[in-house]
Nanobody
Framework: QVQLVESGGGSVQAGGSLRLSCAAS????????MAWYRQAPGKQRELVAV???????NYSDSVKGRFTITRDNAKNTVSLQMNSLKPEDTAVYYC??????????????WGEGTLVTVSS
């Protein structure tokens, strides 16, 4: 029983910044990876950024250099700092995590999403 809850979404003008946060709660023995996805109207959900347990990160080319993903292993949280936002960043952003509980295999969990709207 794991729950992911996002926060920090909202409306911002182009060029502005937002910081999204996601907190994982429940029975958690370890978190292998945490990621942010987004889905814009009429488009498929896409990976924005991912961070693994070692701290290594990967970013979508569209956000590289503008977004930064970080995690706090002690608090089971992941954040996405979004700078220089563009209207095309407008989407529902979803937190994703690969989490192990007492079982040897991990499972994939999703948050409900938080809306980010960037106006020109």
């Amino acid at each position: 029983q794991v729950q992911l809850v996002e926060s920090g979404g909202g409306s911002v003008q182009a060029g502005g910044s937002l910081r999204l946060s996601c907190a994982a709660s429940g029975i958690i023995f370890s978190i292998n990876s945490m990621a942010w996805y987004r889905q814009a109207p009429g488009k498929q959900r896409e990976l924005v950024a991912v961070i693994i347990s070692s701290g290594s990160t990967n970013y979508s080319d569209s956000v590289k250099g503008r977004f930064t993903i970080t995690r706090d292993n002690a608090k089971n949280t992941v954040s996405l700092q979004m700078n220089s936002l563009k209207p095309e960043d407008t989407a529902v952003y979803y937190c994703n995590a690969d989490i192990r509980d007492w079982r040897p295999s991990s499972k994939d969990y999703w948050g409900e999403g938080t809306l980010v709207t960037v106006s020109s």
